[in-house]
């Protein structure tokens, strides 16, 4: 009984790794058509007796605008084309102000967020961290920097019922992705952290002194190059 208990186990956990491993090579070419959130919100949606709302359309990255490439960059990952997929200055900040009781914004990458949105649930547990850490260690041995933001930048909630940048832009702005302004940008990037209460548009003071804060990043971000970025830190790496 214990030798099938434990060839059932060990047969599991292989099926388990050449699957998310083949998912992942797979979604490294492949758009994502659907997330597991956005099932989520439609079961809600259900649940509450509301409209079933569910934009989405996949753009290639040349299509979404350079400048909300620099805002989620500068609002959600300042370190995000230099670290491996961990922040871990920022989940020790996170988890310090913690212990303190104090509300903080969570020490998550885009890597992580992105192996969270297209692999996993959303949740706080143990369990989900754990599969959390593994997806993003592997998209970002097998994704390259800007395929990571691609997915990310696709595949995230941006209001309610509004998942990614074209049907962001289109909801919030009525145009295309690839031309959103910087402000325009700072507006969908600000109300990352909660897409479902704040406004991109006609937005309150506070989301209005963010929206400035951001802006200016963006004007001051100078050129995005992934390329560039990625040979500098394999430069470092190897010193």
Do not use: C
């Not at 960059?73 to 200055?89: A, Y």
């Amino acid at each position: 009984m214990i030798r099938k208990i434990t060839r059932f186990i060990f047969k599991a956990i292989l099926a388990f790794f050449i699957l998310s491993l083949t998912s992942v090579i797979f979604f490294r070419f492949v758009p994502i058509p659907y997330t597991p959130l956005m099932f989520i919100r439609l079961y809600e949606q259900v649940k509450d007796d509301n409209p079933m709302t569910l934009q989405h359309s996949w753009v290639p990255m040349e299509n979404i605008s350079t400048n909300l490439q620099k805002a989620v960059i500068t609002s959600e990952d300042g370190t995000f084309l230099q670290h491996n997929g961990f922040d871990f200055k920022a989940i020790e900040k996170a988890m310090k102000n913690n212990e303190k009781g104090k509300k903080i914004k969570g020490g998550s990458t885009i890597s992580q967020q992105t192996a969270k949105n297209v692999f996993l649930w959303p949740g706080r547990s143990y369990i989900r961290k754990g599969f959390e850490a593994y997806f993003t260690v592997l998209i970002e041995l097998i994704w390259p920097k800007e395929r990571i933001l691609e997915v990310y930048l696709n595949s995230i909630e941006m209001g309610d019922g509004i998942y990614g940048a074209q049907a962001a832009a289109q909801h919030w702005y009525k145009k295309d992705a690839k031309n959103l302004t910087a402000r325009e940008a700072a507006g969908i990037a600000v109300i990352l952290p909660n897409p479902r209460r704040y406004k991109a548009n006609n937005s309150g003071p506070y989301i209005n002194r963010r929206k400035n804060t951001i802006t200016q990043y963006i004007n001051g971000f100078g050129s995005l190059n992934f390329k560039k970025e990625d040979s500098l830190q394999k430069k470092k790496d190897k010193k």
